[in-house]
């Protein structure tokens, strides 16, 4: 190895020497401790020349032993010498390294520290290119020559080179791990699948790998998918995001004019009452003004009257007395009453009354108002990643209250348990008429509307019942296609009898099948459009599961199917309370 870096070296050399018309050493510029080409040229007394910071280093480790000598010709020094930097050899060097360095790629593919090195190289290891399964070294490209030119050795199997290829040899036997021990699940060579592995499942190590990188392959697409469908949910996210945030501007616009418009309302009917009490003032006390000035001029005439009595009164003369008297003694009407002056002093004391009444009023209906539009604005809800409930437990925690609307009851349904529970009855119940009371069909519709997430139970009793939802707007007399629940597209509904059960909407009939149980849960997920029916006992059993969407809020509801005068009793149906 030593005498191929000598050559290069020489033919560089000469090179560079020729195209200069120098003639200089061939290790002239070559540092003999590192065998590169010099770095920061330094000459020593001896006339030899070294990077600076390898003759340093070489002089620091000889400082223990109190000797500095020359590593190529040994002359030793007694003190350590000054070091003269080469002027003329950095020149040199860098030329060297543009022009002829190029021409010799060889001497870049030494190994450095992070590269696996050649296992036949002596002296300065080149960088290896393969590695040899059955010679177990690897090989420089100098010395994979005869692999490729050696008829045996063409056999070889040839891989890249990686410091981590030592694991594949068996430490016991130096062998390769060719055989995969399924037993184990390890790495094994032939030697040990006769020895400690006998009787073990063992396959070919490649022949594993390719079931295992199946399995990869299957792994990957199932990522791959996951990743596609999260980036769809990530999607769906923003775009939810974009909505709620285009949502909630609107209502806060729409809100803000709305109230504004309230605000401008109420100023306006504030201005109509001080108007009103303006003028209404300005009126009574033009009145009052009047009647004062009329009492002031009667005041006037009978104090001018009582001084002419006056002074009749003092008149002595008889004849004069007499003339005058008739004229004096007769007194006018007064113009006024006397109930004035017994009159209540109240004049616009009712009008703030009244405005202290309507403000009483207001603050009810806003505070009763505003705990519904509270309401309203928590019920807002994200759909996307929320977690599907699947144990009665889960389904519980969106339990709803389900109470019955005497309102909407056919007259033959007795309401009982806080209207809970509805009864057909042969007896028609005394309800007073109600638009909202279904004429024609045996049903009654609940007093809560259903939005969000929401879960409901009905116990049920007799020859058959349906649970049902509807719109609120569906009709409540004319033919069963107007009003029945199932029968029209405003509502869904579970037949449920003794042996079976049916699903009913827009007048189309769906078998359904399921264990028969008297207990029917309901499950609402009002903005993702599912509606599910389940079976509850001692597990749940999903019946029937509709997916659509809904564009009203919806109401529990049920009916019952025999006619009253053909009833025996017994049909109930009671919506639980948990």
Partial sequence: MFEEVKLTRSLLLRAKMAQRGLHLDRNNLFCSICLDLLKDPVTIPCGHSYCMNCIKEHWDGEDQRRIQSCPQCRKTFRQRPALLKNIMLPELVEDLKKTVLQAAPTYHCYAKPKDVACDVCTGRKRKAVKFCLICLASYCDSHLQTHYSAPPLKKHKLVNPSKDLQENICSRHDEVMKI????????????????????????????????????????????????QDQEKDLKLLQQEVEAINVSADRAVKDSEKIFTEMIRLIQKRRSDVKQQ?????????????????????????LKRKDAE??????TEDHNQFFHNYPSLSA????????????????????????????????????????????LTITEVDVLLLRPKPKTRADFLKYFQHITLDPHTAYKHLFLSEENRRAALMKQQQSYPDHPERFIDSKQVLSRESLTGRCYWEV????????????????????NSHKCAFGFND??????????????????????????VSSRIGVYLDHRAGILSFYSVSETMTLLHRVQTTFTQPLHA??????YYFYYSGGDTAEFIKL
């Fill in 180 to 227: 995969f021990c399924r037993t184990d699940q390890q790495c094994i060579c032939y030697l040990c699948s006769m020895d400690e592995h006998k009787g073990h499942e063992t396959v070919p190590a490649a022949a594993e790998k390719t079931e295992k990188q199946k399995e990869l392959q299957v792994s990957r697409q199932q990522i791959q998918q996951r990743i």
């Fill in 277 to 301: 009490i303006r003028s209404q003032q300005e009126t009574e006390v033009s009145r009052v003004k009047d009647l004062q000035e009329k009492l002031e001029q009667e005041i006037t005439e």
């Fill in 309 to 314: 009595m006056k002074q009749l009164s003092k």
């Fill in 331 to 374: 007194l006018s009407e007064s113009t006024h009453s006397s109930s004035i002056n017994i009159r209540p002093l109240r004049y616009f004391e009712d009008v703030t009354a009244a405005v202290s009444e309507l403000r009483d009023k207001l603050q009810d209906i806003l505070r009763d108002t505003w705990t519904n539009i509270s």
């Fill in 459 to 478: 116990e049920w009793k007799g020859g058959g019942v349906k649970v049902a939802v509807s719109y609120h707007n569906i009709s409540r007399a004319g």
């Fill in 490 to 515: 405003k509502s869904w509904a579970l037949h449920c009898d003794s042996n079976s059960y049916t699903f009913y909407h827009n007048n189309i009939k769906t078998p359904v099948s399921g264990p």
């Fill in 557 to 562: 509801g049920i009916q019952f199917f025999y």
